[in-house]
């Protein structure tokens, strides 16, 4: 009998993944016990209720927005989570097939335009964008890593370039196409924020099924393979290029079909909604979800799309703050007597400095707190908020970088006594001047919620974690 080696326990990994204790242990048996399919449905049914709860149009746009950006997460998934090809250019896929859409249901091309219905220009933009995605794989199937990012990011690149500067006349350069009809679908249109939601909805749940089945067929295993070894996956007979072709081939007929919902429902597109911000943020709902995983990239999505309208506003911001707080402290804080001793810390310290500081220089706590509601009255003796907050928010918030970076690096009791003023002079710092610029904010909240997030589960949300044989 040969003995079990260290590559066959790696192997073997999944099959002795330990259940979780407690309520969410519980709750994993439970979804254990019901079908891929049922839960599908079940979460399908869920969203279809959402509209159903007395919902403004703005609130519904916000719903249309987290469906668009996790479809997108999940095309990206296809190349990224899955092939394992860093696509940076996957943003251009999108853009394509909003374009498409756009030139196929509007009076851009010749006097009477181009006015189809979806349902002929759809499947149209998807093939075309599966065709482009082919022509992005061909020049990158033999490059990988850095190689494969620089030339894909070039090539999301020029497809801005191409659509402010080129053929100004049919592309409508940095004004856009403007007056794209509305989805048309079988003599049907959609012209209410809740027929967008609900025909984003429909897409979505199609799209996660059909992933579904090419995830648990020879060409998603495959794509497998090949991310973890691709010349492991040659030596086996796995067609690598043909694989990784399908993978940006995929990829882009899912964008492509969230780019068609986004210039019907927006009526219009521009070259500034195809940028590459934007991508940071659909790599960053894939991040957030779990690479790899088709649930970890639609809750990615819908996760960090909803936080960053709550980011908008500064109360709504306020409790998105302070909750990631508490949540970062009571995931990674045990026992529980020590997670309560450094909250009530806190609190004290907090009161004590306010004390002091208010003792020596009233001024420095004239200001007062940007949040508004309960949250500011409880603050308004706690933070030290000066009447001209500007200067020493800025100074704080480079206190604050190095507190973080300090934090990180010791160990032990030192950390939980350094975690203490930490946590107070971020608090204040957001009080004092993050709270003052959302957009700035929105951006800083972002990365610290995926830092957290990489730290405390590096997999994401859903993913699972990696074992890889050295």
């Known amino acids: 009998m040969s003995p079990v080696g260290v590559d066959e326990w790696v192997a073997r990994s999944g099959e002795r993944r330990e259940a979780a204790k407690g309520w969410r242990g519980a709750a994993e048996r439970a979804g254990g016990r019901v079908g891929w399919w049922p839960r599908l449905a079940i979460v399908g049914a869920v969203g279809a209720l959402i509209p159903l709860l007395g919902l403004n149009d ?61 349902e002929v220009s759809i499947p149209i933009v998807m093939l075309a964008a ?93 794509w497998r393979t090949v991310r973890e070894d691709p010349l492991a996956a040659s ?19 899912v964008a492509a079909l969230a780019g068609t919902i986004f210039a019907a ?35 990615g999505g819908l996760v960090l799309s909803v936080t960053l309208e709550l980011l908008r506003n500064p109360n709504q911001a306020a409790y998105v703050f302070y909750g990631l707080i508490l949540a970062t402290l009571i995931a990674r804080m045990r026992p529980w007597r020590k997670l309560v001793a450094v909250l009530a810390a806190i609190v004290a310290f907090g009161f004590a400095a306010h004390a002091i500081v208010e003792a020596i220089s009233p001024t420095a706590v004239a200001g007062s707190p940007q949040s508004g509601g309960w949250l500011g009255s409880a603050l308004e003796h706690w933070v030290i908020v000066p009447e001209n907050a500007k200067t020493s928010g800025n100074i704080g918030f480079v206190v604050l970088v190095c507190a973080l970076i300090a934090l990180v690096q010791i160990k032990g ?48 949300l859903l993913g699972t974690r990696r074992v890889e044989v050295v």
């Open 265 to 299: 429902q927006q009526g219009g597109v521009f070259p500034t909604d195809f940028d590459t911000p934007f991508l940071i943020l659909i790599y960053a709902a894939l991040i957030l979800g779990g690479s790899g995983s088709i649930a970890g990239a639609v809750l």
């Open 413 to 460: 009791r030192w950390r939980t006594i350094l975690l203490v003023p930490t946590v107070y002079l971020a608090a204040c710092v957001w009080e004092a001047r993050l709270a003052v610029e959302p957009s700035v904010t929105r951006q800083i909240l972002v990365g610290a919620i995926l830092i957290v997030m990489m730290n405390a589960r590096p997999q994401g």
């Open 58 to 118: 703005f609130q519904l746009q916000v719903g249309v927005n987290a469906l668009l950006l996790a479809m997108l997460a999940l095309g990206l998934n296809i190349a990224v989570g899955w092939a394992g090809l860093l696509d940076l250019g996957y943003i251009a896929f999108y853009g394509f097939g909003a374009y498409a859409f756009a030139l196929l249901s509007s009076n851009q091309l010749g006097e009477n335009g181009i006015h189809l219905p979806a």
């Open 130 to 222: 599966a065709a482009l995605g082919l022509l992005l794989g061909l020049p990158s199937r033999r490059l990988i890593g850095d190689y494969l990012a620089i030339v894909t990011l070039f090539f999301g690149e020029v497809f801005v370039e191409v659509v402010n500067n080129v053929d100004s006349e049919r592309l409508g350069g940095p004004n856009g196409i403007p007056a794209v009809d509305p989805i048309n679908l079988f003599g049907t249109q959609i012209l209410t924020v809740k027929g967008y939601f609900y025909f984003a909805l429909v897409l979505i749940v199609i799209t996660i099924a059909a992933l579904h089945l090419l995830d648990n067929s020879r060409t998603g295993r495959a």
């Open 235 to 253: 030596l086996m007979t796995v067609p690598v290029t043909r694989v990784k072709l399908m993978a940006f081939s995929f990829g882009a007929v």
